[in-house]
């Protein structure tokens, strides 16, 4: 198969600083129009105290084509159409069957690596399924894309059908390499039917709730064949969300992303997986003896994103059909998500976009440096779990534009403090505090300073959040 071509080596170069879309959204809105590029390199030299030293920053790799990188598997394996070669009348038309499938035909077969080569062809190249031959017994088809990588999405997911859009299908993600599956979205012509769900659409969808897995009838309802043929999956709505209309918040986003763990899984992934459950029937009840109506046929699928390199690298090789980040820091693994050895001086931890627009490196640093606390991967384990969340971005806890950092802390604007930034500074004789707002990395207070009330009250609304398993 195509992306598994022997030896190639796929460098997905030093990128604009988050993904291209990111990055166009920041140039539409002329906020911190120079800033970006910070995030494309993973050291700088500097000069301190009269001599040359490195200056480490967070990092990660450009947002790219991903479907370059992925293998494709369909379940049942057999369902592709042509073997043996069938004919297919169009779904609006039963007397106009001109459409052929051969499996042993180049010209007319119909194989699965035709959802991902470059469009633009015409006509278009699709992949197909046989028909509904076994009515009224389901025809249903899994389409699983496997990355063996975990990745982030950085853009919307577009499926194009060339046959008509299925009346139900579900999107699904793993974050484990295909071991468990969550849904991501729902599709139907009716979700009340189809699902039990209330139909919704993104834009109906508010901060507090941009992480819900909907139903949508969008993308299903009725059959214009020829205009309407794609299905979306809307990242950047969502983002939206958080960023605002135009995404002129961009600081919002990084800091939300850089401490809520929910957002930030939920844009990551290792596997996706299209549930085809029952094909475009047309306006009218199924035709039971013109079955050749009735198949799933698609002609491309986009998947926008990067590899997951936790802000430890900018660029992710592809090498031997295997995707894996160059770990930059001392940081080592396909996600770079351990330290090397013998760098293992302090607790691993992920870069962090804050402070914008720089970010905070957290370099491995050698063993014998610093204090002899060696934190080790149970003790580390459990000591996050018993932290308390102060704070949470997506939930918007802290008030007055203030940005929750690592669970634990609201960074306050100027003018403002307090646990959640909800006291206005400066009315009384106290200004001198302001410049403590500013963000630093001092470690943050412990959780047990804060009024039991309040702690209890943000667990249980984290509670309630739909993927808090995620
Ligand atoms: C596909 O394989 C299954 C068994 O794995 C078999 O029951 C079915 O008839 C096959 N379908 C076709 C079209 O060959
Ligand atoms: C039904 O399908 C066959 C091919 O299987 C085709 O010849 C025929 O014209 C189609 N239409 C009707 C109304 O039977
Ligand atoms: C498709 O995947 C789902 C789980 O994601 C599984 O339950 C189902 O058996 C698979 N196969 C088919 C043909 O739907
Ligand atoms: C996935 O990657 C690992 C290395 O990280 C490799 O050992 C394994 O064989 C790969 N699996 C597949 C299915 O390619
Ligand atoms: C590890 O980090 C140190 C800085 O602490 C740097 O000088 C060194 O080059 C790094 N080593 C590797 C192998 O990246
Ligand atoms: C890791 O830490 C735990 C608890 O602090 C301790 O019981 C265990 O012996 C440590 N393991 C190693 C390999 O240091
Ligand atoms: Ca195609």
Same mark, same amino acid.
């Given at each position: 198969?195509?992306?598994?071509?022997?030896?190639?080596?796929?460098?997905?170069?030093? /990128?604009?600083?988050?993904?291209?879309?990111?990055?166009?959204?920041?140039?539409?809105?002329?906020?911190?129009?120079?800033?970006?590029?910070?995030?494309?390199?993973?050291?700088?030299?500097?000069?301190?105290?009269?001599?040359?030293?490195?200056?480490?920053?967070?990092?990660?790799?450009?947002?790219?084509?991903?479907?370059?990188?992925?293998?494709?598997?369909?379940?049942?394996?057999?369902?592709?159409?042509?073997?043996?070669?069938?004919?297919?009348?169009?779904?609006?038309?039963?007397?106009?069957?001109?459409?052929?499938?051969?499996?042993?035909?180049?010209?007319?077969?119909?194989?699965?690596?035709?959802?991902?080569?470059?469009?633009?062809?015409?006509?278009?190249?699709?992949?197909?399924?046989?028909?509904?031959?076994?009515?009224?017994?389901?025809?249903?088809?899994?389409?699983?894309?496997?990355?063996?990588?975990?990745?982030?999405?950085?853009?919307?997911?577009?499926?194009?059908?060339?046959? /008509?859009?299925?009346?139900?299908?579900?999107?699904?993600?793993?974050?484990?390499?295909?071991?468990?599956?969550?849904?991501?979205?729902?599709?139907?012509?009716?979700?009340?039917?189809?699902?039990?769900?209330?139909?919704?659409?993104?834009?109906?969808?508010?901060?507090?709730?941009?992480?819900?897995?909907?139903?949508?009838?969008?993308?299903?309802?009725?059959?214009?064949?020829?205009?309407?043929?794609?299905?979306?999956?809307?990242?950047?709505?969502?983002?939206?969300?958080?960023?605002?209309?135009?995404?002129?918040?961009?600081?919002?986003?990084?800091?939300?992303?850089?401490?809520?763990?929910?957002?930030?899984?939920?844009?990551?992934?290792?596997?996706?997986?299209?549930?085809?459950?029952?094909?475009?029937?047309?306006?009218?009840?199924?035709?039971?003896?013109?079955?050749?109506?009735?198949?799933?046929?698609?002609?491309?699928?986009?998947?926008?994103?990067?590899?997951?390199?936790?802000?430890?690298?900018?660029?992710?090789?592809?090498?031997?059909?295997?995707?894996?980040?160059?770990?930059?820091?001392?940081?080592? /693994?396909?996600?770079?998500?351990?330290?090397?050895?013998?760098?293992? /001086?302090?607790?691993?931890?992920?870069?962090?976009?804050?402070?914008?627009?720089?970010?905070?490196?957290?370099?491995?640093?050698?063993?014998?440096?610093?204090?002899?606390?060696?934190?080790?991967?149970?003790?580390?384990?459990?000591?996050?779990?018993?932290?308390?969340?102060?704070?949470?971005?997506?939930?918007?806890?802290?008030?007055?534009?203030?940005?929750?950092?690592?669970?634990?802390?609201?960074?306050?604007?100027?003018?403002?403090?307090?646990?959640?930034?909800?006291?206005?500074?400066?009315?009384?004789?106290?200004?001198?505090?302001?410049?403590?707002?500013?963000?630093?990395?001092?470690?943050?207070?412990?959780?047990?300073?804060?009024?039991?009330?309040?702690?209890?009250?943000?667990?249980?609304?984290?509670?309630?959040?739909?993927?808090?398993?995620?």
């Amino acid at each position: 198969m195509r992306h598994q071509k022997k030896g190639a080596t796929m460098y997905l170069l030093l /990128g604009f600083v988050l993904q291209a879309l990111w990055v166009s959204w920041c140039h539409a809105t002329q906020h911190y129009p120079a800033s970006w590029g910070h995030y494309d390199v993973c050291k700088s030299q500097v000069y301190a105290e009269d001599r040359l030293a490195w200056h480490y920053m967070a990092c990660q790799p450009e947002a790219t084509d991903m479907t370059k990188y992925l293998t494709v598997s369909l379940d049942p394996p057999n369902i592709t159409c042509g073997d043996p070669p069938e004919m297919y009348c169009a779904l609006e038309n039963p007397y106009m069957c001109n459409n052929e499938c051969d499996a042993d035909t180049e010209e007319l077969a119909h194989p699965p690596e035709l959802m991902f080569d470059s469009e633009g062809r015409n006509p278009t190249t699709f992949w197909q399924s046989t028909s509904w031959k076994k009515y009224p017994k389901p025809l249903q088809v899994n389409i699983t894309l496997s990355w063996n990588k975990t990745i982030e999405l950085t853009d919307d997911i577009v499926l194009t059908f060339e046959s /008509g859009r299925p009346e139900q299908l579900v999107l699904e993600k793993s974050l484990d390499y295909g071991h468990t599956w969550q849904p991501y979205q729902f599709y139907a012509s009716d979700c009340l039917d189809a699902f039990t769900m209330e139909p919704k659409a993104v834009h109906q969808l508010t901060p507090s709730t941009m992480l819900e897995i909907i139903c949508t009838e969008a993308y299903s309802t009725g059959y214009v064949w020829k205009y309407d043929k794609t299905v979306r999956f809307e990242i950047k709505d969502r983002f939206a969300l958080l960023a605002g209309p135009r995404l002129h918040n961009m600081a919002s986003l990084y800091g939300q992303l850089d401490t809520t763990k929910n957002l930030r899984d939920f844009f990551t992934l290792t596997d996706l997986r299209i549930r085809l459950l029952r094909p475009a029937t047309g306006a009218t009840m199924v035709d039971e003896n013109n079955l050749s109506r009735y198949f799933y046929a698609i002609s491309d699928i986009k998947v926008q994103g990067r590899c997951k390199c936790n802000l430890h690298a900018n660029s992710c090789v592809f090498d031997k059909g295997k995707l894996g980040c160059e770990c930059e820091h001392n940081t080592t /693994g396909p996600d770079c998500a351990r330290c090397k050895r013998h760098y293992q /001086g302090r607790a691993w931890s992920m870069g962090s976009y804050l402070p914008i627009p720089k970010g905070t490196a957290n370099i491995c640093i050698p063993n014998n440096l610093g204090t002899s606390v060696r934190p080790n991967a149970s003790s580390l384990g459990a000591a996050n779990r018993n932290q308390a969340r102060v704070c949470d971005n997506v939930l918007l806890r802290c008030q007055n534009g203030g940005v929750c950092h690592h669970h634990q802390r609201c960074q306050c604007p100027a003018g403002f403090g307090g646990i959640l930034c909800e006291k206005a500074q400066c009315q009384g004789d106290s200004c001198e505090d302001l410049q403590s707002s500013q963000p630093s990395l001092r470690p943050p207070p412990t959780a047990q300073t804060l009024p039991l009330a309040l702690l209890s009250l943000i667990s249980s609304l984290l509670a309630t959040r739909g993927l808090t398993s995620l």
